[in-house]
């Protein structure tokens, strides 16, 4: 019998449902063709539900995702709902609850793409990012005191333990290796400064890379890093940094890999239910007009069958992504492809099925 994997599909607000459908579309296509099945269980996660029955993100069905082989999330975010509501609340939770602590966020320059460094192409531009994704000041901690009046008072607290950096270490030494690309990893942080975190982080780090003799080791600060990946892209192999610095360069990496249309990441748990989506948000100005690029979510599904273990089939789909970003579209940017949201899913997919 053909093997069959339950899939969540959080397809959420704004353009996240047009471009989780042409992800599934090209998914289905690379099952077909690699003979495996993809069972969906859909959630109504999002803006509309929230306003609806004021619903966040349900014990029950937090619960139910703990179930599935993966999930795969389009956007969250409602222009009718406070900033951060549902991005905490969904999310974030989702990232936190799952312990899903590694986001992967590739930086990589296809061939065809223009990016907005000078004199750079697809062989200076291809790096990943390993950003810490349940920890530091993303953990919620701090508070503030005398709210609303002149002596307000507003702490908010980086938070790293030293299981929760070794483990994000570790799983960046293992990823760095499993690459074999550059063999070399960097170490993103602020040691100059944060004289707490980053030191925890730079004692764990040549500690571990005492394991990986094969793989060169490098430290960058972040605003150094910024400095270099527009400068000297080349240089870098696998970041790992921490998760508000991770947050970061990977809207930079964005930029310089063409832009949010192929910017996608994974939200790692290597022992658990790990979730995959586009990074570039729910582009409200562009909803239901059919023009968004869905090549982020095509590229994240690519991301996702990896992660099932079917590397065969994430490759085509790379492959014929990369096909029709150097042969069809005219741009990567919404609205000036040269053709719709749906015919970019029905092209590609048509190219994993001929390939
Ligand atoms: C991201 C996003 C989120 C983050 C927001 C929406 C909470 O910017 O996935 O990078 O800061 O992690
Ligand atoms: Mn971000």
Known sequence: MAKEYDVAVIPGDGTG???VAEGLKVINAAAKASGFNIRYTHYDLGGERYKKTGEILPDSVLNELRQFKAIFLGAIGHPDVKPGVLEKGILLRTRFELDQYINLRPVKLYEGVETPLKD???????????????EGLYAGAGGSLKKGTKDEVAVQE???TRKGVERCLRYA??????RNKGNKLTLCGKTNVLTY?????ERTFYELASEYSGIETDYAHVDATCMWMVKNPEWFDVIVTDNMFGDIITDLGAMIQGGMGVACGGNINPEGVSMFEPIGG???????????????????????LDCLGEEKAAKMIEKAAQKAIKQDLKSLNAGHMGMGTNEVGDLIA??????
């Open 158 to 160: 980086s938070i790293n």
């Open 120 to 134: 750079k192409g697809p062989r200076d531009i291809d790096f990943v990012v390993v950003r810490e994704n349940t």
């Open 282 to 304: 729910s582009a409200p100005k562009y909803t239901g007009k059919n023009v968004i690029n869905p090549l982020a979510a095509i590229l994240a599904g690519a991301m996702l």
């Open 197 to 201: 975190a980053f030191d925890l982080w």
């Open 173 to 178: 030494f293992e990823y760095t290796k499993r």
């Open 17 to 19: 449902p047009e471009v």
């Open 350 to 355: 048509r190219y994993v099925t001929e390939s």
